[in-house]
C-alpha cells in the first residue's frame, strides 16, 4: 500500500506532463464572427428599398429623355 500511492502520484505526474493541449476556440476567429442583431432584416429591407429607388429613377431620366427626344 506504501508503494501504491507514490506510484499512483507519479503516474498521474506522468500523465499531466507533455505537450499543452491545443485551446477549443481561437480568440481571432472568436472576435471577427459576426453576431446577427436584429436589426439586420430592417437594413437588408432598407438597402433594398434603395436599390428599387435608384432603379425608378434611371427609367424615369431614360423616359424623360425619350421624351424630350421626341419632342424635337
Not at 500500500?1 to 472568436?30: D, E, H, N, Y
Not at 432603379?55 to 431620366?61: N, P, R, S
Amino acid at each position: 500500500m506504501k508503494r501504491l500511492v507514490p506510484l499512483l502520484c507519479l503516474l498521474s505526474l506522468a500523465a499531466c506532463s507533455g505537450k499543452a493541449p491545443a485551446p477549443q476556440s481561437t480568440p481571432a476567429a472568436a472576435s471577427t464572427a459576426r453576431v446577427a442583431t436584429p436589426w439586420d432584416d430592417m437594413k437588408k429591407d432598407e438597402q433594398r428599398a434603395a436599390d428599387v429607388q435608384k432603379t425608378v429613377d434611371e427609367q424615369a431620366k431614360k423616359q424623360q429623355q425619350q421624351i424630350e427626344a421626341a419632342q424635337q
